[in-house]
């Protein structure tokens, strides 16, 4: 629009220009100020009618475009977002924009039979199972959602009692959603415009997973196990807020199940919680899941932003807010994480909590891990993007070193891995990694409550992390 002003102006200026040369030459003489009134009358129709053709055909390329309603709400039929006063007139380009995320939307939002207003402002579709986004997939479609497998065995739910489960905040009020049902956060325009571009939206850039020790963006604090075929793990992991201080920037806890090399052919599996504004908006922990089969470059998304993940469960939302957090010197909440491989129909499982299977990654979206695993990893995750010049403030975990302990420093408790024989067992040869110590570390320890367990994090920028 800036451009076509320009031109306008120009003209303007030009006929303007134009015109004052004209009365110069009127009043040059006055023995032919008749010729001269009579040359000017004969010449100023002309300017008229060459620059009114081009006001109008300028004026149709800059007029102003309104927006059509919003498309972004599924079944619910939620009201259109408020359109920001600078956005009221879009050129072209921007309209085109809107309509690719509009017509993502309407393929990822599907038809609800009951719609939830969450008190931490997210609203919650409930969606008819056999409609969620996994059976657009041209494998899935016309399916519908498995069985329950059978679980590892050696599961012992006595050692993780002792510290509460959280949940999820749409549920604070004892809302649920039907049978048949399955609950999903709504994604809305505003979700979508906060990222780089449609195709990007509800995917991680690369190098999502630790692959060495000068990774430049991607920050770790792990533990982790390699060396043998690997067909699950399973984890209690403390639930935090920690503050992250760059929209581009996320903080995250969560396992991994890794197969493949760490170049183009990386699957992994993941799940935990992490701190996104840029995907949700928020500073909230929410409950997420993540999957790729080529190395976070074209395959796989968050949650259920693609086809993919299929989900069972009518009692959690993957992308929700978990509530109630743990706070510094006071009451620890933690959510329960397990995923295993059926050893009967080959899908990897998920359960959520104290024995919610929320649904299954099937096993064709793979290449490796059609297989099985050749590593497990646990740990904790920040992006430093650097934008202020110096590290970010960005926590990890709680926010606090390792050292610290229970209360102040976040953890990981009662790890273990599922073998070839769908058998929880302990584990052994735990490595850890701390790729910036000064920044985010690690402590790993074993007992009899929590088998192993290791506590990490920290604050990010300080004197010694500069």
Not at 119 to 146: M, N, R, T, V, Y
Not at 203 to 211: D, E, P, W, Y
Not at 259 to 288: C, H, K, M
Not at 346 to 364: D, I, T
């Amino acid at each position: 629009m800036r451009t076509n002003t320009t031109t306008l102006l120009a003209q303007q200026q030009n006929t303007k220009q134009h015109t004052d040369k004209l009365h110069s030459a009127q009043m040059a003489s006055s023995s032919k100020s008749s010729y001269k009134s009579s040359h000017s009358y004969k010449q100023t129709p002309i300017i008229i009618f060459i620059f009114l053709p081009f006001f109008f055909i300028l004026s149709a390329s800059t007029s102003p475009v309104f927006s059509e309603p919003n498309l972004s709400g599924g079944g619910g039929g939620g009201a259109a977002a408020p359109l920001p006063a600078n956005q009221t007139f879009r050129p072209l380009q921007e309209l085109k924009k809107l309509k690719r995320i509009r017509s993502y939307l309407r393929k990822i939002n599907k038809p609800s039979v009951k719609t939830i207003q969450s008190p931490d402002g997210d609203i919650i579709d409930c969606i008819e199972s056999h409609l969620q986004p996994a059976f657009d997939h041209p494998l899935l479609k016309g399916q519908k959602p498995l069985e329950p497998p059978e679980r590892p065995k050696g599961q012992d739910s006595s050692v993780d009692s002792e510290i509460p489960e959280t949940s999820q905040s749409w549920t604070d009020g004892g809302e649920s959603c039907p049978d048949g049902t399955i609950p999903i956060k709504r994604t809305t325009e505003k979700d979508v415009l906060r990222a780089n571009s449609v195709r990007r939206f509800g995917k991680k850039i690369k190098r999502g997973v630790r692959r060495d020790t000068m990774s430049s963006d991607h920050e770790h604090a792990v533990a982790f196990v390699n060396g043998d075929e690997y067909y699950g793990a399973k984890a209690s992991i403390n639930v935090w807020a920690p503050i992250v201080t760059d929209q581009y920037e996320f903080s995250l806890s969560q396992l991994w199940v890794i197969s493949g090399s760490f170049g183009n052919d990386l699957n992994t599996i993941e799940a935990g919680w992490q701190v996104s504004p840029e995907l949700y908006g928020d500073n909230y922990p929410r409950f997420f899941t993540y999957w790729t089969t080529d190395a976070y470059q074209a395959t796989g998304c968050y949650n259920l932003l693609c086809s993919g993940f299929v989900q069972i469960n009518n009692k959690i939302a993957i992308g929700a807010a978990i509530s109630p957090r743990s706070s510094y010197t006071n009451r620890q909440f933690d959510i329960g994480i397990m995923i295993w491989k059926d050893p009967n129909h080959g899908h990897w499982w998920l359960e959520f909590g104290p024995g919610l299977l929320v649904g299954y990654w099937p096993s064709f979206l793979f290449s490796h891990l059609q297989g099985h695993a050749s590593m497990i990893q646990f740990g904790g995750e920040i992006v430093n993007t650097r934008s202020t010049g110096h590290h970010t403030n960005t926590q990890m975990g709680s926010g606090h070193f390792a050292d610290e302990g229970f209360g102040k420093a976040s953890y990981f408790r009662n790890l273990q891995v599922v073998d070839w024989d769908n058998s929880l067992i302990p584990m052994s040869n735990l490595h850890l990694l701390a790729d910036h110590p000064n920044c985010y570390d690690i402590r790993a320890g074993k007992n009899n409550a929590w088998g192993n367990y290791f506590y990490y994090g920290g604050p990010g920028k300080n004197s010694r992390c500069p």
